[in-house]
């Protein structure tokens, strides 16, 4: 959706090993917004974003028009299922059958041989491989790994709107993921006992409020067993008030880490 | 769907005309039954369709299993939204968004650059249309005409079903349409006085019940006004009574013709 920051940057870098020929798409999507003032206000700059495609080596960039990928009577949509229901598709109803509706039209349009997705968005890579595997698109889904900053928050253009004690407090969610891989590391298996740990971190930062924080199935995002069994999605979504001195609107922060319990 | 009969030889030979090699697909399509009965007796004579499309020297016949459409742990659904609403969408919840999720499929699998459907479902054609422009599905879709028995029947693997006086009752339907395209060409541009001409006819099909008898817009679906302005699909559906001496099982028949009013 633009806006490239470092994150994204990893994703090229991911896809110059795998390709030989390396696009990128920019295109806000109206459909996985909840709200149309949210779609309006969703920071656009495209000249700043082929700038810095550009100055990759990025082969191309494909930032088609709303009507290039949503015909005039459009009505066709892409739903997941049960994928779409919990975590961030809980909190944003219609979110993940959008990104599943625009990301099946990307790929049908560009055709790539390999997609490349960050995994900060674990339920979004989740749905995309899901969606492209079950209608037999002929693409290999790739994950990239989460970017951090050198204090280990995740990257994300929102972290720029964060005011300096909420920008502090962020880090909370990384902490909590370091801790409950260090427990599980320690042989931590109680599902609620590292919930609760968590919990204990993310309490640190005063200014948010706690949206979920919950262990699930990587592959079929489902809650896991009161002992873990096997590899577990730790994902966090917190939501950080106004900053006084900004733009004044919330600020979500989501985050995850897949914890690996090792085998007995 | 298979059960192959002369209707669909016709969409072959329609085929022949548009391309080096002829596919032809069967498969008996799960998510598009409303009920699993109904998808467990639905004829199927593979080595029959096989011989068939041998001797019209049909290329390739793509015969997949349900797990090569439907891998396990599928979610994956495609819906249309209103188009799959009206007519035969309003008695069978679910039908089109079954018939999109596995049109979409088969047409990603096999790839053609031609694909062809016959006009009695003009729903589903309607259907397949929008999603494939929607999505963006590199197909030409083409829909072959009815093809009807001498008495004008349109041809259909539920007609052999009938039983002898049904199956003379049901040219009621046919009459029904040739009615009305006559009452157009002389003038009359009335939905209401249409239809209630429409419907004079098929009540003389004492054995049938009637689903519905409508005129609506062929592109969209929706209703037409009460003075017809341009062409409008004339759709309709009866059930006839089970045959006292066949299956018992009701015999649900559809036809339809695109009304055209000259143009003033």
Redesign the interface.
Known sequence: MGALHVGHLSLVELARKRADLVWVSIFVNPTQFNDNSDFEGYPRDLEADLEICRNRGVDLVYAPEVED???V???????????AEPLCGASRPGHFEGV?TVV??LL??AKPHVAIFGEKDFQQLAVIR??A??????VEILGGAIVREPDGLALSSRNARLGPIARKQAVALVDALDAAERAVANGERARDALLAEVRRHLETATQATLDYAELRDP??LEPVPPALDGPALLALAVEFEPDPDGAGKPVRLIDNRVLLPAQP
């Open positions: 990928l949503y015909p009577g459009d009505q066709t949509r892409v739903g997941v299922g049960d994928l599943a099946a039209r049908l349009a899901r969606m595997s079950d209608l037999g698109i002929d592959d079929t």
